[in-house]
């Protein structure tokens, strides 16, 4: 069992940065893939952002490609979410979730915990 809690959200300028960060607590955080996926009003949950167990590796929605970056700190179990120039379509509450292993990071179904979100708002 891992627990996830997120934290970071709020209101924010188009233009502006945030910081995501989810802190987890229960099994081994360095053993597990982790991702930040987003859902909008109205609209599906989509992926965001993945890094790999060993953090070598991370992969983005083409959406935020350039302006996301994932990072995680083993010592702190701790993923992190660094936004910078948002947008209002960046609007959504963002998740965190972990796997516990395979090669494919960017379907939903395949991460096994679940953080309860927090809400990301960008005005124009």
């Known amino acids: 069992q891992v627990v996830l809690v997120e934290s970071g959200g709020g209101l924010v300028q188009a233009g502006g940065s945030l910081r995501l960060s989810c802190a987890a607590s229960g099994r081994t955080f360095g053993n597990y893939d982790m991702g930040w996926f987003r859902q909008a009003p109205g609209k599906e949950r989509e992926f965001v952002a993945a890094?790999?167990?060993?953090?070598?590796?991370?992969y983005y929605a083409g959406s935020v490609k350039g302006r996301f970056t994932i990072s995680k700190d083993n010592a702190k179990n701790t993923l992190y979410l660094q936004m910078s120039s948002l947008k209002p379509e960046d609007t959504a509450v963002y998740y965190c979730?972990?796997?516990?292993?395979?090669?494919?990071?960017?379907?939903?179904?395949?991460?096994?915990?679940w953080g309860q979100g927090t809400q990301v708002t960008v005005s124009s």
């Open positions: 890094i790999s167990w060993t953090g070598g590796s991370t």
């Open positions: 979730a972990a796997k516990a292993g395979g090669s494919y990071y960017y379907s939903k179904t395949l991460y096994d915990y």
